[in-house]
């Protein structure tokens, strides 16, 4: 079952309540405030055991006459926020009820899109994060070619900031501070389907573990030695 239908089942049953996440989105998804009210009253309504209340039940409950709640009723169905529906009980008795799927819909819709949003905002933050620390350990502002480099990183290659962070890390430790370097680093990790912060820095300790091993067979005799095989300077 998808979330959002179980999240819907839990909402009718009256499992969870939408008060907080109605009343702070209703005008987002272009409710009047006089439907609201009618809209609230009629999932009270529901939840009470009422699923179908009469005009009549609505006016007693709001300053509305019969005229104007059957008006806000008639819009409310035009525009989705209730569907009429059927159902038949234990006893094989049909009966009508006030749905509200389009309803719970439209609110996760726009729950969804600002959470989007809010994440959007924190990639664009992180982002201009990257470009100062590179031009602190840079030392000097970095050129608009560099500033391209960087953000083809981030656009084309969808490396994430803390992947280019950890690569600039990677050059500063091995004393190589270029972005044609880091270029390599972010290349190789995305040949390997590296995409985590933590499997880049398993695959850096190994390539530094070969680096000491090959430094050692550096010392040994001629004829001892083996060929010293680097990553960053893999070719395709």
């Known amino acids: 079952m998808q979330k959002r239908d179980r999240l819907r089942i839990w909402i009718e049953q009256g499992n969870v309540t939408i008060s907080q996440l109605f009343f702070s989105r209703y005008k987002a998804i272009n409710i009047k405030d006089e439907e609201a009210i009618l809209l609230l009253h009629l999932i009270a309504y529901g939840e009470a055991g009422n699923h179908f209340p009469t005009p009549q039940n609505l006016v007693d409950r709001t300053h509305f006459n019969e005229s104007k709640v059957v008006s806000i009723l008639q819009r409310l169905v035009q525009k989705g926020l ?5 159902h038949m009980d234990s006893d094989g008795v049909h009966y009508e009820y006030y749905a509200f799927h389009h309803l719970w819909e439209l609110l996760l819709d726009c729950l969804e899109q600002e959470e989007s949003n809010a994440e959007d905002k924190q990639e664009k933050e992180e982002e201009g994060e990257i470009y100062k620390l590179f031009e602190q350990e840079f030392g000097r502002l970095l050129s608009p070619m560099e500033y391209e480099t960087i953000g083809m990183w981030f656009d084309q290659d969808k490396h994430t900031a803390a992947l280019i962070r950890l690569a600039l890390k990677e050059a500063v430790l091995s004393q190589k501070l270029s972005l044609r370097y880091i270029d390599r680093i972010l290349f ?3 040949k390997k389907n590296i995409k985590t912060v933590e499997a880049a ?4 300790a190994q390539f530094r ?4 091993v090959s430094k050692q067979v550096e010392q040994l005799p001629t004829s001892a030695k ?5 990553w960053l300077e893999e070719r395709e």
């Not at 820095?201 to 850096?204: A, D, F, G, I, Y």
């Open 188 to 190: 190789e990790w995305k």
């Open 82 to 86: 209730i569907q009429i529906d059927q």
């Open 226 to 230: 083996v060929p010293f095989y680097n």
């Open 209 to 212: 573990q070969f680096t000491t």
């Open 201 to 204: 820095e398993n695959q850096s």
